[in-house]
């Protein structure tokens, strides 16, 4: 299993990646072992979402990534909190 997640950073900022263990991943973040989001501790996790494989977890990250606007992440994060 693989997803696509998306953290927020200290500075209001996103950031978005795709894994195979988003919960491992995000552990890394946290730790300070990635080198661009450890300049921006703590963070939080706003938004994961499943793939049956990394390819398509990685295709929706690159998709994800053009859409160049923080209020498009925005909006799907709070439909997302809407329908949990």
Aim: charged residues 30%; glycine residues 4%.
């Amino acid at each position: 299993m693989a997803a696509l997640y998306i953290l927020q950073l200290n500075n209001g900022k996103y950031y978005v990646g795709s894994t195979t263990d988003y919960q491992k991943r995000f552990i890394q973040h946290q730790s300070g072992l990635c080198r661009y989001t450890s300049k921006f501790l703590p963070l939080k996790l706003v938004f994961h979402q499943e793939y049956k494989t990394y390819k398509e977890s990685r295709k929706a990250e690159i998709w994800l990534k053009k859409q160049k606007d923080k209020s498009f992440i925005e909006r799907i994060i709070k439909k997302r909190r809407r329908s949990s």
